[in-house]
């Protein structure tokens, strides 16, 4: 049975800082992974998708990397700033013919002005 | 192009009653999710719908139903509310599941009083 795992729950970081943020999943045989961002009370937004058979998938100053083989994925937000404080999510299908996601339980994220 | 919206955005009701919520998809995309989320157990997966048909459900009692009309929009029906039945609903569509990528729709905020 597939399951996600983010670690730490949460992070404070000062305005400027680069910071990774972690996922873990057991099983390996995934067909994607996503990650999406969340603010207080919203829907989530999808940030980053890496297939299977990439490594890593860039947009502006996130870069999410992917390694099937140990298990986790990161998130490389660089130049953080106070409108990065949200809580981030990384979620895996559960198989490839279904829209059914595992997700992480998320780290909260807030960055200091 | 529109993205996934859910109406109605707030619900108060009280407990016995029963609610329908609507969701709909991005235009093309067939495949439409629902999911519970809480404080305490963060996202729970409660069925999909793909061409009119449910394709996966999760472990939510029979008071939780679905269904899906041809124009692929969705709706979810919550039957004798309870209490604990107080969460932020989401819904997220895409193409044809497990292989691409996912969109969420803002949520509706459903209070049982």
């Known amino acids: 049975k597939q399951e996600v795992t983010q670690i730490p729950a949460a992070l404070s970081v000062p305005e400027g800082e680069n910071l990774v943020l972690n996922c873990s999943f057991t099983?390996?045989?995934?067909?994607?992974l996503q990650w999406f961002r969340q603010d207080p009370g919203k829907g989530l937004t999808s940030l980053l998708l890496?297939?299977?058979?990439?490594r890593e998938q860039t947009s502006g100053r996130l870069n999410a990397s992917l390694d099937k083989s140990s298990g986790r994925s990161t998130l490389y937000i660089a130049a953080s700033q106070p409108g990065d404080s949200a809580t981030y999510l990384c979620?895996?299908?559960?198989?490839?013919?279904?829209?059914?996601?595992?997700f992480g339980q998320g780290t909260t994220l807030q960055v200091k002005p | 192009k529109a993205g996934v919206t859910q109406t109605p955005r707030y619900l108060i009701k009280t407990r016995g009653q029963q609610v329908t919520l609507s969701c709909s998809p991005i235009?093309?995309?067939?495949?439409v999710s629902w999911y519970q989320q809480t404080p305490g157990q963060g996202l729970q997966f409660l069925f999909e719908?793909?061409?009119?048909?449910?394709?996966n459900k999760g472990n939510f009692p029979g008071r939780f139903s679905g269904r899906q009309f041809s124009n692929s929009r969705s709706e979810m029906n919550v039957s004798t509310l309870e209490l604990g039945d107080s969460a932020l609903y989401l819904c997220?569509?895409?193409?044809?599941?497990?292989?691409?990528?996912?969109?969420f729709g803002p949520g509706t905020r459903l209070t049982v009083t």
């Open positions: 719908y793909f061409s009119e048909t449910q394709r």
């Open positions: 997220a569509s895409s193409l044809d599941g497990g292989g691409y990528e996912q969109y």
């Open positions: 099983d390996s045989a995934i067909y994607n």
């Open positions: 890496i297939q299977s058979s990439q």
């Open positions: 235009s093309g995309h067939r495949s």
């Open positions: 979620a895996v299908p559960s198989s490839s013919n279904t829209g059914k996601l595992i």
